[in-house]
């Protein structure tokens, strides 16, 4: 299976006095098959980090290889799912359009492309939609079309960039517990971006914590919470409590500039519980212009 490498990954923009440094050195790699949730402070350079993974941004430093190769152009293995649905699915095509769009690219014969479709959008439960424009269909409907517009490529790895966070939390929670099955069905690897330290806990395997800007991996926390997860009974495990507090208090402090905690703790101890009730809501830049999508209410 693929294996991802992320190695001393480092990336400015611009160039000269004007350069501005948003990844300073970042290096993991996945486990095939795993589930690993990047998170850190607002501005520390996730999406950066997730545009080199995907070969659209040419890294400054470093490399990231798939299977021994370095990407350098988004590679056939990987798709790509943005927080912005409204911007990634195009509005003047069907949902059937938008999911063969990709496939038709890499000339897949028409019975095979619908079939693929089918599949995808089936597995995000859209079946009987496929005919529908994305504006007639709620936020959580569009997010899952363009899932299953990544699905439906048969990627190895798939990249989410903060996938749900345009949505309420109603839709947010069955969108995690979708991804979570279509994840234990495929046995893809998926690396998934969050600001919300609850989503990465409850969904990972692993939660990579970045430090403040410019990026460095401040910590890799593995979540040993049994497997199958469920919204209620796995968030009142006092182990999900503790590991939430833990990659809470290590963000938090990351924000404050401070740094209390030690580097690479693999299996954090319980800690005093103090500040975890708070919600970090921690608001995202928008460093390409893209207006957040408007909460649109659930399916
Ligand atoms: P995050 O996703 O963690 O919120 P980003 O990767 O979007 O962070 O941004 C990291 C830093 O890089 C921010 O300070 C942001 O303003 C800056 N940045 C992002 N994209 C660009 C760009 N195209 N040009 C210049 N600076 C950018
Ligand atoms: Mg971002």
Known sequence: MTVLEIDGVGKAYGAGA??????????????????????????CGKTTLLRCVAG????????????DTPVTAPPRAMALVFQDYSRSLLPWMTVHANVVLPLKARRIPRAHRDELARDALAAVGLDGHAH????????????????????????EILLLDEPFASVDAQTRADLED??????????????????????????????????????????????????????????????????????????KAESRGVDNDSPHTANPSPEPETGWNDNPGLPEPDPNGLAAAPTTGGD
């Not at 004007?18 to 501005?43: R, Y």
């Not at 659209?56 to 299977?67: E, I, K, Y």
């Open 18 to 43: 004007d350069a501005f440094t948003a990844i300073d050195e970042v290096s993991f790699t996945t486990h095939p098959g795993e589930l690993a949730c990047i998170v850190g402070p607002s501005g």
């Open 132 to 155: 529908k424009h994305p504006w007639q269909m709620s936020g959580g409907m569009q997010q899952r079309a363009a899932i299953a517009r990544a699905l439906a490529y048969e990627p």
């Open 56 to 67: 659209l941004l040419a890294p400054s430093t470093g490399t990231v290889r798939l299977d």
């Open 178 to 251: 979708l991804l979570l099955r279509v994840w234990t069905r495929t046995g893809l690897t998926v690396l998934l971006v969050t600001h919300d330290i609850d989503e990465a806990v409850y969904l990972g395997d692993r939660v990579v914590v970045l430090s403040r800007a410019p990026a460095r991996v401040k910590e890799m926390v593995d979540i040993d919470l049994p497997r199958p997860r469920d919204q209620i009974g796995t968030k009142e495990l006092p182990r999900f409590a503790h590991l939430r507090a833990h990659i809470f208090s290590s963000i």
